[in-house]
């Protein structure tokens, strides 16, 4: 009798096990399926509405965050793969960031962690030879003393009463701090003697002068300056804004940056 009801409990058992993984199964395979479709965890799936919502717009913005030289605009979703996160495939508008911009699809891989972090996991542009996979170097902070902590040194940058309110601020490879303004202009600061503004493309005046003594670099197209390198005290600046500045707001923007 005592083995009898040991089976039948041991049968009971089962199936509510067995109807516990059905159910979680079915959960997994609608999770993120906007039709409700079957979704293979570790496979892709092509999404249908690959509108670009307000919070796709977020993901992307913040796994691009740093990268220069080409500009990424993301059209449409073109696929999502559940891991231990999601990566999303958007299909994109990349365009170069030089005097004479060029124009072409792409299509960057995006990774999103299950605490919400984002990292560019692959960009399939031909454009770019040689570069099938491009890590990001930038790892962002929400505030510029954690940056600075980070990086292991200090940055004094001009004010909001100067127009300059932070933005984002980065640290790429532990090495280079990264701030960015609201009104477009990029500041970076790293130790050693080195071109750090990421700047390639080409100006028509390459102008040399000195602000507080210190000599400084400035490129300069139709009388706005856009971008100036300078070293100072063993560290390398740069300053970067894509829309230029004039030349009393950037020599004012170089002396307050140390």
């Given at each position: ?47 249908e509405d690959g509108t670009i919502t307000e919070e796709l717009q977020e993901i992307f913005d913040k796994a691009i965050d740093g990268l220069t030289g080409v500009g990424y605009k993301p059209i449409r ?182």
């Amino acid at each position: 009798m005592k083995n009898m009801i040991r089976k039948i409990i041991i049968l009971l058992t089962a199936g509510l096990l067995i109807t516990g993984l059905a159910a979680c199964q079915k959960k997994v395979e609608t999770q993120g399926n906007q039709e409700g479709s079957e979704v293979i965890v570790g496979g892709w799936e092509k999404v249908e509405d690959g509108t670009i919502t307000e919070e796709l717009q977020e993901i992307f913005d913040k796994a691009i965050d740093g990268l220069t030289g080409v500009g990424y605009k993301p059209i449409r979703l073109v696929e999502k793969q559940i891991v231990s996160g999601t990566n999303y495939k958007f299909l994109c508008e990349a365009t170069t960031v030089t005097a004479n911009p060029t124009t072409r699809e792409a299509y960057v891989i995006v990774y999103q962690d299950l605490q919400g972090n984002v990292s560019i996991l692959e960009i399939q542009d031909e454009g770019l030879e040689n570069m099938p996979q491009i890590p990001n170097p930038f790892a962002g902070y929400e505030t510029l003393e954690e940056a600075e902590a980070a990086v292991g040194f200090e940055i004094e940058l001009p004010g909001k009463s100067d127009g300059y309110v932070i933005l984002n601020t980065s640290v790429m490879s532990g090495k280079m701090l990264q701030i960015d303004f609201e009104n477009g202009t990029m500041v970076r600061k790293m130790a050693g003697s080195e071109d750090i503004s990421g700047d390639y493309n080409q100006y028509k005046t390459i102008e040399e002068a000195a602000v507080n003594n210190v000599p400084v670099t400035l490129r300069i197209n139709d009388g706005k300056v856009y971008s100036a390198i300078w070293e100072d005290g063993g560290y390398s600046y740069a300053f970067f804004n894509s829309e230029g500045i004039s030349m009393t707001d950037a020599f004012i923007l170089i002396a307050s940056v140390k």
